[in-house]
Each structure stands twice: as C-alpha cells, then as structure tokens.
Nanobody
Framework: QVQLVESGGGLMQAGGSLRLSCAPS????????MGWFRQAPGKEREFVAA????????DYADSVKGRFTISRDNAKNTVYLQMNSLKPEDTALYYC??????????????WGQGTQVTVSS
C-alpha cells in the first residue's frame, strides 16, 4: 500500500515563502519520478512541477517558474516544493503525486491527500 503524506502548508502573506514536503511510503522512492499539482476551489487540478527519479531533471508550470523549486532527497525519501514570492493566486490545495514525469494528472499512479496553502494579499 502506497501512501503519500504532504506537509508544510499554511497561511502566508503575499511575498512570503513556504516549503512543502511529501514523504511516500510503501515503494522504493528513488525509483519514481514525482510531481506537485494544485487545485483551487472551482478549478481543475493543475500541474505545478515535476522531477525525475534522480532529481537531475525538472519541469515547471509557467505560472510558478522562477518562484518555485522542486527538489528531492532520496536518502530521506522526501520530495520538496520550495515556494517563494507567493501570490494570492497561488492559494490552493497542493497535492504530491508519484509515478510519472508528466504534466498530465492521469499519468500519475499515486496521490497524497493534499496540504492547503493560503496566500493573503
């Protein structure tokens, strides 16, 4: 049974920073590419960032490029999303996903429950 547990969300003022973490269990983490997605109320789930198994290749949505950084520590079985220069439009439920290096949610095999990020203006 694979479980992905996200943490690090919260309430932040615009311009601030947060770091999300995701710790999968039940699989050999280092074998799998990972992704972060987000979903705001009334909107579809959207791609944020992805990272390959080694951490050497990353991809970002245009809306977060230059502000967010995805990284992973395979020794700690954890993937991170460092979010800087936060904007109110970054407010969403953020999900960690496992199993693909892709922008399409359907490509991923496993999902976490999400962690809420709220950015006030």
């Amino acid at each position: 049974q694979v479980q992905l547990v996200e943490s690090g969300g919260g309430l932040m003022q615009a311009g601030g920073s947060l770091r999300l973490s995701c710790a999968p269990s039940g699989r050999t983490f280092s074998n799998y590419p990972m992704g972060w997605f987000r979903q705001a109320p009334g909107k579809e789930r959207e791609f944020v960032a992805a990272i390959n198994w080694s951490g050497g290749v990353t991809d970002y949505a245009d809306s977060v490029k230059g502000r967010f950084t995805i990284s992973r520590d395979n020794a700690k079985n954890t993937v991170y999303l460092q979010m800087n220069s936060l904007k109110p439009e970054d407010t969403a439920l953020y999900y960690c996903a496992m199993g693909a290096y892709a922008r399409e949610p359907n490509a991923y095999d496993y999902w976490g429950q999400g962690t809420q990020v709220t950015v006030s203006s």
